[in-house]
């Protein structure tokens, strides 16, 4: 099975900066598209950005200009830059993996891992 294990979340202030990790393994992260996703307490886990085995990159309306996506496939990870960020960024981030961005929208039957809670506040 896949394993998803993400760090470098935690407390930042408004207007802070952070990086978020996923490493994969038993997974072909160099061919699969990749996507990063969040869920704040008692709301729908939404896709926040995704990157494909080519490396074209998609972004939410509420994080574009903001985030950035990127991968390395030789140590199996995948990045998400957080820049300028704000309270309602605030929520736990997972990553995930596809066939391809499309299937990156697509929520049921995907195994999750734990996530790293990423707050912004003062």
């Known amino acids: 099975q896949v394993q998803l294990v993400e760090s470098g979340g935690g407390l930042v202030q408004p207007g802070g900066s952070l990086r978020v990790s996923c490493v994969v393994s038993?997974?072909?992260?160099?061919?699969?598209?990749m996507g990063w996703y969040r869920q704040a307490p008692g709301k729908q886990r939404e896709l926040v950005a995704s990157?494909?085995?080519?490396?074209?990159?998609n972004y939410a309306d509420f994080v574009k200009g903001r985030f950035t996506i990127s991968r390395d496939n030789a140590k199996n990870t995948v990045y998400l830059q957080m820049n300028s960020l704000k309270p309602e960024d605030t929520a736990v981030y997972y990553c995930n993996t596809g066939r391809s961005a499309q299937a990156l929208g697509i929520m049921s039957g995907r195994y999750w891992g734990q996530g790293t809670q990423v707050t912004v506040s003062s």
């Open positions: 038993g997974s072909a992260c160099r061919i699969n598209a």
């Open positions: 990157i494909t085995a080519g490396g074209s990159t």
